[in-house]
Structure formats: structure tokens, C-alpha cells
């Protein structure tokens, strides 16, 4: 520890410290970015054997990483806001050095030789990685649980999912092991997690961070942001977007920066969604998120009901998730099938067999959905939803038992519509169930307004706070 320096005393403070207030200790030297991510380092591996976050910790990269940018930081050098703070990443993205599984069996163990662009971007903005979160085989369904890596669980309650795919990055942001996650999103990966495990999450307007190689699930999938605050969302996704010439995807254009936006929500009008285009919202959730709307009042803001345009939402995103199921299913050699997730070959296989003018058809209706809901858009400031249309429900289930669901997607309602359409969407914690489980709100933006849209989630977290200043509390470890 350099001279000077004057450490806190509870490690416990160290891992609830936000991105802003470690920056500002690192500047004023009362903190180094070492043992900053140390405290994250002993955090990852405490609560890894009781919740299986990680696949991996690499305590030695990231303490070498670290040491790099306390030493930019006593130079008055820092490379970005991000720079020393600990980061985790989702084994579906590539990482220099450290093997990506993809959550499956059937993929090598070699170290890869390349940063995915959201990656490398973060790596050059001076975040430090501290290790790889847990994802579903390829990242198929909204729990996280696979034959490689086992059960990740709810910290809340280790007999819940914490959600999915997206669920080792969510456990890891909820107790502390690391402050910027970086997870993916094609149906609700980032923002169910996040709603399960009462953090925040951003969807990012498609585009807005760059993606290589591309999904297989093609324009639905997203890759964004996960922490434990909004504030904390806008600097790691202003670290990870940018124009990269790999995504042919992203477009030429260039989306505006993120930063702060004031008052967006003074006397603005907002559309609140309640109605899921599948299963049923439970009962408890929308009681507590209708709770939540009370605080749109001090904003001077009007909130009305509003239906999603558009028609059958579960089946177009279904002709949409299946050929990308199918599409990822092609490039395992069919020796090599036999310990894949059964659910995955299940919808797979149903993909495969759409015929081309089915498809064409999903493009299209696809297109008209995306323009109604940009209209929809101009009509209102904002969209709300619940994040989810269900509470966290025990592990190693797809669906609830007793639902008279058979798929994820069919509960997953309030996510996959704004994964057709693009949209930034935010989920951050507004309450807890009776049961004790944390419950999400949505806000939703034109494509674009990933900043307001921030600023919004931002607002609405010191608003709710006396909904969530217990839970928030709590020590989950």
C-alpha cells in the first residue's frame, strides 16, 4: 500500500464503494485500485462456493492490472473514469488470455488471443478484470444453470434463480465482487437478472456497444452494462461503447455520449406497460411496482396505461430465438451433442424447421413492430414496466412449478418485446415481494436515449429509496 494512504477499516465498505466515490479516492490517494480490487478478489472468492458466480477467478491478472493503474493514477494519468475499478465478465464474450466456454462443454478450454471490442475497449479505459461469470449453455435461457459449470443461486435466497443468462454477473454485483459487470441481453439476459437479484441493468440501444463475432441469435442480442446503481451503469456503459469497424452490424453512425441529464422526468409523460404479450403478471409484483408509480408524482409527471403495439410478441420472438438456436446448434459437430442442454436442442430443432418464407415474414412483422413501437416513442417521454412478470422461482426449473408455462420466454414477457425493437431499457430495484425477493422496475426509451433513459433510473433510485434503503442494506454474504 502506498504511503499516504488511509485505509478503510470494514472491507465489507470497500465492496459497496460506487465507481465515482472510487475514483475520487483514488484521486485523492485514501485508496488505491490495489487494494480495491483485492477486497473485490476476497469478495469473488467468498461467495463463489456459495453461490457459483464465477468460472473463473483470476487473482493474478488482476492484481497486475491493478498495480498498472494505481500507478496512472499517482501520476495524475488515469485513462478513464473506469480506470482501476474491478470488473467482471460474462464467459460469453472473448477475453485475451482467459478461456471462454460459453457455458458448454462442447467448446475448447484454450486461452483465446483477442479481446472482444466491449472488452478491449473496457481494458484500454483501465477497469480491471477480476474474473468470468457464469452463463447457460450458449446463453439460451433466462435461468443460469449448465452441465458445465452447475447451479448459480439467488444470494437473496440460494434456493431461487437469480434469473438468466446473465445470472453469474448479477450474483456478483449483488454481493459486492466487483462494481461493472458486463453481461448480455437477447430476451432479457441483463434485466431479469437484475429485477431477480435487486440491481440495476441497461439494455442498451442496439448498436450502442459493439459486438464481434456476432450472435447467432442475431439483431436481438444486445450486450450491456450490469452494477449495482445507474450512475455506476452510465460510466461502465460510456467505458464499453464506440464505433468499431468489426460489428458490420452497429451501422456507420454514431450515437450521442452518455452523461448526466437533469430533470427528465419533470412534467414528462410517461406509458406504463402492464399487460405481458405472454403469461400473467403476478399479482404481488405489480402491487409493488404500482407502489412505485406514486413517485412519478413529485416529478410533476403524468403516467397512463398503455398497450404494446403490434401482435403475437411470443411467437415472432420465438421464430426469431429458435433460428438463432438452430443457427448456434450448426457450428457443434453433431458427435459432439450428446451432453447439450436438452432444452436448447429442444427449441433448436424447432427452429430448423421454419421454412425461409416463415422467416421472411418474422423480418418483416419484426420491422413493423420496431417503427410502432418508435412511434409509440414519440408519443411518450418514457415506457415503465415491471422488470419481470414473476419473482425469482426455485433453481433448476425452467419455469415455475405449477405455472402451466413450458418456456422461459413465456414468463419473460416485459423483456423480450424491447430486445424486437432495440430500445434502451433500464431495471433497477423498486421493493421486495412479500416473500422477501426483490422486484424490478423498467424504464424504457426511443432508441438513442440511452443517457435519459439513465437519468430517468437515476432519478427514480432516490426516489424509491424508501422502498429499497432495507434491502439494499443487507449483507447477502
Not at 469478495?43 to 491493478?66: C, Q, S, V, W
Not at 475497449?121 to 458445465?148: C, H, M, N, Y
Not at 464499453?240 to 468489426?246: F, T
Request: proline share 7%; charged share 20%.
Amino acid at each position: 500500500m502506498p504511503n499516504g494512504l488511509s485505509p478503510i477499516a470494514d472491507a465489507d465498505d470497500l465492496c459497496r464503494l460506487a465507481a465515482a466515490e472510487l475514483s475520487a479516492a483514488y484521486r485523492a490517494e485514501s485508496l488505491s485500485p490495489v487494494e480495491v480490487t483485492l477486497a473485490a478478489l476476497d469478495r469473488a472468492e467468498a461467495i463463489n462456493p456459495l453461490f457459483n458466480a464465477f468460472t473463473m477467478i483470476d487473482r493474478k491478472g488482476a492484481i497486475e492490472a491493478a498495480g498498472a493503474s494505481e500507478k496512472r493514477w499517482r501520476a495524475g494519468e488515469p485513462l478513464s473514469a473506469a480506470d482501476g475499478i474491478p470488473t467482471t465478465l460474462k464467459d460469453i464474450v472473448w477475453v485475451e488470455g482467459w478461456s471462454v466456454r460459453y457455458g458448454s462443454r462442447t467448446t475448447t478450454s484454450a486461452a483465446y488471443d483477442k479481446d472482444a471490442p466491449a472488452v478491449a475497449l473496457l481494458r484500454r479505459a483501465g477497469a480491471v478484470f477480476i474474473g468470468q461469470t457464469t452463463t447457460p449453455e450458449f446463453g439460451w435461457k433466462a435461468i443460469t444453470d449448465s452441465g458445465l459449470c452447475g447451479i448459480t443461486r439467488n444470494p437473496w435466497n440460494a434456493q431461487k434463480t437469480p434469473g438468466g443468462s446473465s445470472g453469474g454477473a448479477a450474483v456478483a454485483a449483488a454481493t459486492g465482487a466487483g462494481v461493472f459487470h458486463l453481461g448480455t441481453d437477447g430476451g432479457g439476459s441483463i434485466r431479469i437478472p437484475a429485477s431477480f437479484t435487486g440491481i440495476a441493468g441497461l439494455k442498451p440501444t442496439f448498436g450502442r456497444v459493439p459486438a464481434y463475432p456476432s450472435s447467432a441469435f442475431g439483431t436481438v442480442a444486445h450486450i450491456g452494462p450490469m452494477a449495482r446503481t445507474a450512475l455506476d451503469l452510465s460510466v461502465m456503459a460510456g467505458a464499453m461503447s464506440g464505433r468499431d469497424i468489426s460489428d458490420w452490424q452497429q451501422g456507420v453512425g454514431t450515437l450521442a455520449p452518455l452523461g448526466r441529464i437533469e430533470e427528465v422526468l419533470r412534467g414528462a409523460r410517461i406509458g406504463y406497460w402492464s399487460k405481458p404479450p405472454s403469461g400473467a403478471l403476478d399479482p404481488g409484483i405489480a402491487a409493488v411496482v404500482s407502489h412505485a408509480l406514486a413517485c412519478f408524482d413529485a416529478f410533476g409527471a403524468t403516467v397512463e396505461p398503455i398497450d404494446l403495439p403490434g401482435g403475437d410478441l411470443l411467437d415472432l420472438f420465438q421464430h426469431h430465438w429458435f433460428t438463432g438456436a438452430a443457427a448456434r446448434l450448426a457450428l457443434v459437430p453433431p458427435s459432439e451433442r450428446a451432453g447439450i442442454d436438452p432444452g436448447f436442442l429442444e427449441i433448436a430443432q424447432a427452429g430448423a424447421a421454419f421454412d425461409v418464407h416463415t422467416l421472411v415474414a418474422a423480418q418483416l412483422e419484426r420491422a413493423e413492430f420496431g417503427a410502432a413501437m418508435d412511434r409509440l416513442l414519440d408519443d411518450y417521454d418514457f415506457i415503465v414496466s415491471p422488470g419481470t412478470s414473476i419473482p425469482a422461482f426455485d433453481v433448476g426449473l425452467e419455469v415455475p412449478l405449477g405455472s402451466g408455462l413450458s418456456r422461459w420466454i413465456e414468463w419473460a414477457a416485459f423483456s423480450y418485446p424491447i430486445n424486437l425493437s432495440q430500445q434502451p431499457a433500464c431495471v433497477i430495484p423498486c421493493g421486495m415481494t412479500e416473500a422477501g425477493l426483490p422486484v424490478g422496475f423498467q424504464i424504457i426509451g426511443a432508441r438513442g436515449d440511452d443517457a435519459r433513459v439513465l437519468s430517468a433510473a437515476a432519478d427514480l433510485e432516490a426516489a424509491f429509496v424508501p422502498m429499497t434503503h432495507a434491502f439494499r442494506q443487507k449483507d447477502l454474504v
